[in-house]
């Protein structure tokens, strides 16, 4: 098998059709003017369209994920923080199936509801809060269990949908940015650099096998991390890729120099805003009206900021700001 077949083998895999797609991709010229005569190409990948239940990157992996679901699973469940923008779009999701949905969460639920929290009550799901991060497999075991003994049909979803069958819509989403650039009038000269905000890594992971099976050796991929270390970030990344290309039959390995994982950002911690990503959520707001959220897309907004700033990419190159979602996290 070879890459162009894997690629089409893509088709084959069952998927539920849930995103609006292909979402915008986008030249803001003020954004652009702002950066200054010297910066780079910037475009904007914005993944906050996906539109179902508010959007965001989890979208594309759900429709992956729960391609054969329907008909098999009654129950979804699934884990993440309190304003877990997967689990939000999990409950969504199991709305929309029919389905019941219940959500492990760690640490305390905000009283009022509010941001992600509150859309997860809103789709109907079942929240049990558990102490800490490590206490979210074994307690979504425990209700899976609980379920069976029910007699109900469970599935449980791993953090963040980062599986392997997850990761396929970030293959499909490279397809998708590949063909929009083309249509903009061909593969820009120099390298095209992307930036995206990589925690479970099933997103950054999709990406690099779809950028790997196009053959885009211009491409480097920006991870940029809200919480996991540079090391972790490549050893998950390269797993879940494995995974998925064994699901699409192709046996090879990653292009070489295409994955940079970028912890720099990070701050005191995941979902505590940095000096760094609060300039960067003023500068997208202010030059562009784009939204980005505290957490995630801030923090990789970060990141791209101080790399043009700090002379990493070229002025011929091009960079793609992938912006994944999140923005009920900015309303919590
Ligand atoms: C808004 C947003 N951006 C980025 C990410 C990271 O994506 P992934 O978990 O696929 O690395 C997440 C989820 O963790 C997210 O909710």
Same mark, same amino acid.
């Given at each position: 098998?070879?890459?162009? =077949?894997?690629?089409?083998?893509?088709? /084959?895999?069952?998927?539920?059709?849930?995103?609006?797609?292909?979402?915008?991709?986008?030249?803001?010229? @003020?954004?652009?003017?702002?950066?200054?005569?010297? &910066?780079? @190409?910037?475009?904007?990948?914005?993944?906050?369209?996906?539109?179902?239940?508010?959007?965001? /990157?989890?979208?594309?992996?759900?429709?992956?994920?729960?391609?054969?679901? *329907?008909?098999?699973?009654?129950?979804?469940?699934?884990?993440?923080?309190?304003?877990? /923008?997967?689990?939000?779009?999990?409950?969504?999701?199991?709305?929309?199936?029919?389905?019941?949905?219940?959500?492990?969460? /760690?640490?305390?639920?905000?009283? !009022?509801?509010?941001?992600?929290?509150?859309?997860?009550?809103?789709?109907?799901?079942?929240?049990?809060?558990? *102490?800490?991060?490590?206490?979210?497999?074994?307690?979504?075991?425990?209700?899976?269990?609980?379920?069976?003994?029910?007699?109900?049909?469970?599935?449980?979803?791993?953090?963040?949908?980062?599986?392997?069958?997850?990761?396929?819509?970030?293959?499909?989403? &490279?397809?998708?940015?590949?063909?929009?650039?083309?249509?903009?009038?061909?593969?820009? *000269?120099?390298?095209?650099?992307?930036?995206?905000?990589?925690?479970?890594?099933?997103?950054?992971?999709?990406?690099?096998?779809?950028?790997?099976?196009?053959?885009?050796?211009?491409?480097?991929?920006?991870?940029?991390?809200?919480?996991?270390?540079? =090391?972790?970030?490549?050893?998950?990344?390269?797993?879940?890729?494995?995974?998925?290309?064994?699901?699409?039959?192709?046996?090879?390995?990653?292009? !070489?120099?295409?994955?940079?994982?970028?912890?720099?950002?990070?701050?005191?911690?995941?979902?505590? *805003?940095?000096?760094?990503?609060?300039?960067?959520?003023?500068?997208?707001?202010?030059?562009?009206?784009?939204?980005?959220?505290?957490?995630?897309?801030?923090?990789?907004?970060?990141?791209?900021?101080?790399?043009?700033?700090?002379?990493?990419?070229?002025? =011929?190159?091009?960079?793609?700001?992938? @912006?994944?979602?999140?923005?009920?996290?900015?309303?919590?």
């Amino acid at each position: 098998m070879d890459r162009h =077949q894997a690629l089409r083998s893509l088709q /084959n895999q069952p998927r539920l059709p849930l995103a609006f797609l292909p979402t915008p991709l986008l030249h803001p010229p @003020h954004l652009q003017e702002a950066l200054g005569p010297s &910066a780079p @190409h910037v475009l904007l990948k914005l993944d906050e369209w996906t539109g179902f239940a508010l959007g965001g /990157n989890k979208v594309r992996k759900l429709e992956f994920l729960l391609g054969d679901a *329907p008909g098999r699973v009654d129950t979804l469940i699934t884990c993440g923080g309190v304003q877990s /923008n997967h689990c939000r779009v999990t409950a969504g999701a199991a709305a929309w199936l029919g389905m019941d949905c219940v959500l492990v969460v /760690n640490g305390p639920l905000p009283d !009022p509801p509010s941001g992600n929290s509150l859309l997860m009550r809103l789709f109907g799901a079942e929240l049990r809060s558990v *102490p800490s991060r490590e206490d979210r497999a074994p307690a979504m075991e425990e209700e899976a269990e609980r379920l069976r003994r029910q007699g109900k049909r469970p599935m449980v979803i791993p953090l963040g949908a980062s599986t392997p069958q997850g990761a396929l819509g970030y293959v499909l989403a &490279a397809v998708e940015l590949d063909e929009q650039m083309r249509a903009r009038g061909g593969r820009p *000269p120099g390298r095209t650099w992307i930036f995206v905000a990589s925690s479970s890594c099933g997103t950054l992971a999709g990406l690099a096998l779809g950028m790997t099976l196009l053959g885009r050796q211009d491409v480097r991929l920006v991870g940029v991390s809200p919480d996991i270390s540079a =090391q972790v970030m490549l050893a998950d990344t390269v797993e879940i890729a494995r995974g998925a290309a064994a699901l699409l039959g192709w046996p090879g390995d990653l292009l !070489p120099d295409l994955l940079h994982p970028e912890d720099r950002f990070v701050g005191a911690g995941y979902g505590i *805003p940095t000096p760094e990503s609060e300039e960067a959520a003023r500068f997208f707001g202010r030059h562009a009206g784009v939204v980005l959220d505290p957490v995630y897309t801030a923090k990789a907004a970060a990141a791209l900021l101080a790399w043009i700033r700090e002379g990493r990419i070229p002025g =011929q190159d091009t960079v793609v700001f992938w @912006h994944t979602g999140g923005t009920p996290g900015l309303f919590r």
